[in-house]
């Protein structure tokens, strides 16, 4: 959570039976919010909690859920948590085996294609890749300012890719 510079008492983590990962506010308090993750924990899920932890610093920076307009931004909100989650792993992270990690991203789900989708397989690793590499100009930029020039730059190229396939 440092990495993603969220402090103390926002998230409350919650274990769900049979659930997904899942991030969500908390509706009775507007200055906490909830990752819900599966009940049945598995080594491999902290690529999907960090993609989730990168849900919270979009929510937070937006202001809220609904000013994220997830009904018609959600691919680009999920291939922004994809990105960073790839600069979460190349800043705290790195002693892991990035493929391991990688690879648990994308097994949490199955990719269906439909118009809220996560993107497809090949775009989410793309958008994880760019900040696992953390490339220039991401290695001279803090967190918030290279998910702007991800969302300005990068993602208008990845969701090209995908709609061509």
Do not use: K, W
Request: aromatic share 10%; charged share 20%; glycine share 8%.
């Amino acid at each position: 959570m440092r990495t993603f510079e969220i402090p103390n008492g926002i998230v409350i983590f919650q274990s769900c039976p049979g659930g997904q990962f899942h991030t969500l506010p908390d509706s009775t308090n507007p200055n906490r919010i909830f990752v819900r993750y599966p009940s049945q924990v598995r080594r491999g899920f902290l690529a999907p909690i960090a993609h989730e932890l990168a849900h919270v610093v979009q929510i937070r920076r937006a202001g809220s859920l609904m000013a994220l307009d997830p009904v018609n931004n959600h691919r680009r909100i999920e291939l922004g948590a994809d990105f960073l989650a790839g600069l979460a792993f190349n800043i705290s992270l790195p002693q892991l085996d990035g493929d391991d990690f990688e690879t648990s991203l994308f097994l949490v789900g199955s990719y269906v294609p439909q118009i809220n989708d996560h993107g497809t397989p090949d775009d989410r690793t793309i958008a994880f890749r760019m900040g696992r590499f953390r490339a220039p100009p991401y290695s001279d930029l803090p967190l918030l300012e290279s998910l702007d020039y991800f969302y300005d730059n990068h993602l208008p190229t990845i969701r090209r890719q995908g709609s061509t396939r």
